[in-house]
């Protein structure tokens, strides 16, 4: 009994960093950062790069780097696209960290292989006016807009209308 105890111990610190998501479950989509999370042992080395591919050379022609020197004490982290954008939606996606970014072949852990899915989510631009006004574009010409200034308690872009309407009823009798 004590035997197992004591492999069960040594397992534990041989199995070293292990990826929990992205997973077989839980993939992600083609817009936007990503999160990655981990668990680890305390001698794993303290930092490592993560490194996406695919066995697919029409979804991903070659492996990309999307972090290095990351520090694997936090357990997690945010992935930002590559400059190019993320890979074409697909399943088949493995993240890999990796010892070294001049090394990739110096595999830590590997993910369970993961889906990129095409996102829901419309894209759109958004541009600040100088009067502070947010001005939001959607696609097909549809617009959204929002007249509060930014970093305000909105106090002042509901009072400024009626302020300027007090006004506005001033001006005629300054003319009389």
């Known amino acids: 009994m004590r035997f197992a105890a004591v492999v069960l111990a040594c397992a534990s610190t041989v199995l070293g960093y292990t990826i929990t998501s992205p997973n077989q479950s839980q993939g992600w989509t083609n ?11 305390p001698t794993d080395r303290e930092n490592f790069t993560v490194v996406l591919t695919n066995p ?11 972090a290095a020197l990351v520090d694997g004490s936090l357990g997690n982290t945010t992935l ?12 088949g996606y493995v993240l890999n960290i990796v ?37 939001t574009t959607l696609p ?16 002042m872009s509901i009072a400024a209308p009626a302020a300027l309407a007090a006004l506005a009823g001033l001006v005629p009798a300054l003319f009389a």
């Open 140 to 155: 097909n010409g549809a617009q959204a807009t929002d007249d509060t200034v930014p970093n305000n308690s909105g106090a």
């Open 80 to 91: 930002n696209p590559p400059s190019a954008g993320w890979p074409s939606p697909g399943t």
């Open 99 to 135: 010892a070294e970014v001049t090394n990739l072949n110096s595999i830590l852990a590997q993910s369970p292989s993961f889906e990129i899915e095409l996102s829901t989510v419309v894209p759109s631009s958004t541009r600040t006016s100088a009067s502070g006004s947010t001005q």
């Open 56 to 66: 697919s050379t029409t979804l991903m022609p070659a492996p990309q780097i999307l």
């Open 31 to 41: 817009q936007g950062p990503q999160r990655m999370t981990w668990t680890r042992v």
